[in-house]
């Protein structure tokens, strides 16, 4: 195994600035094969993302970790995307039922310690399930979400799963988004027409208003202490290590110099 550093990828970044969502997820396939995945939540930038898929006809499996205590809006948005764009979905759950978790460690969601273990139990470790299946995963931050995310790389690597983190939407515009989602009408989950513009959990999630940041409706019971989740390393604080292992071969192919696929 070889390693594979967030430096290494600077000037593949850098390339990939000028590269349409379509030619990154085209890339992800042609380089990642069948150990690559795409997660979704089944908020607005992921159904772009499987509409994309669909459209190019990439079966790429859709991961979705289903918390337990999710809105049934989005559950259902889950079995749209798999029935209507025809995609491959695995859903993910933790170990424990929300009421088992409760009895164990009580209502971790209402303090900001709690809310990280939380997330961590029922987010982040049944994500974990799946490290040794894929070599990247496919996201969907923007940077036009503000934030963390508002200098998201395009590609990033994630130490704790050992993967590549790609997110094709890295530099969609909301404009961009907005125009896409209506010349192809895809599939919304329908909480964001009720004020809810990001969407979580249906403990931790609240509708905005107009004026307020995107992400201020996730873990509005907690203030500005508690606004993700963990689940997208680089919404994190401490890059903990720079790199992560692969083969030779495999990194060769992402820096483009073992193949002639060119985008
Ligand atoms: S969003 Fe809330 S309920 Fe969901 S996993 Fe995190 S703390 Fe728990």
């Not at 209402?110 to 994500?127: A, I, N, Y």
Request: proline letters at 5%; hydrophobic letters at 35%; glycine letters at 6%.
């Amino acid at each position: 195994m070889a390693r594979l550093s967030q430096a290494k990828l600077a000037g593949l970044n850098k390339t990939f600035e000028n590269s349409s969502p379509q030619d990154l997820l085209r890339w992800a396939h042609e380089i990642f094969g069948n150990r690559v995945a795409s997660i979704s939540a089944m908020q607005k930038s992921g159904s772009v993302v499987c509409h994309m898929l669909a459209q190019l006809q990439l079966r790429i499996p859709i991961i979705f970790v289903d918390t337990g205590v999710m809105f049934e809006e989005t559950l259902q948005t889950r079995d749209r995307i798999r029935d209507e764009y025809g995609l491959p979905v695995r859903t993910l759950k933790p170990k424990q039922t929300m009421e088992e978790q409760t009895a164990e460690h009580g209502v971790l969601y209402l303090s900001v310690d709690g809310q990280q273990k939380c997330c961590h139990m029922r987010k982040v470790e049944p994500l974990n399930a799946i490290k040794d299946d894929v070599d990247a995963l496919i996201g969907s931050l923007r940077r036009a979400d503000g934030g963390r995310r508002g200098d998201c790389p395009i590609l990033s690597v994630d130490v704790e799963m050992n993967v590549v983190r790609i997110n094709p939407l890295a530099a969609f515009t909301d404009e961009q988004m907005e125009a896409y989602i209506n010349e192809n009408r895809v599939i919304l989950n329908p909480l964001h027409d009720q004020g809810y513009s990001t969407i979580g959990c249906n403990r931790c999630t609240t509708p905005v208003m107009p004026e307020e940041p995107k992400r201020a409706g996730r873990w509005r019971h907690l203030g500005p202490w508690s606004q993700y989740c963990g689940i997208n390393p680089t919404d994190l604080d401490e890059d903990t290590s720079p790199a992560i292992e692969l083969s030779q071969d495999l990194i060769d192919r992402i820096l483009g110099q073992k193949t002639d696929f060119m985008i």
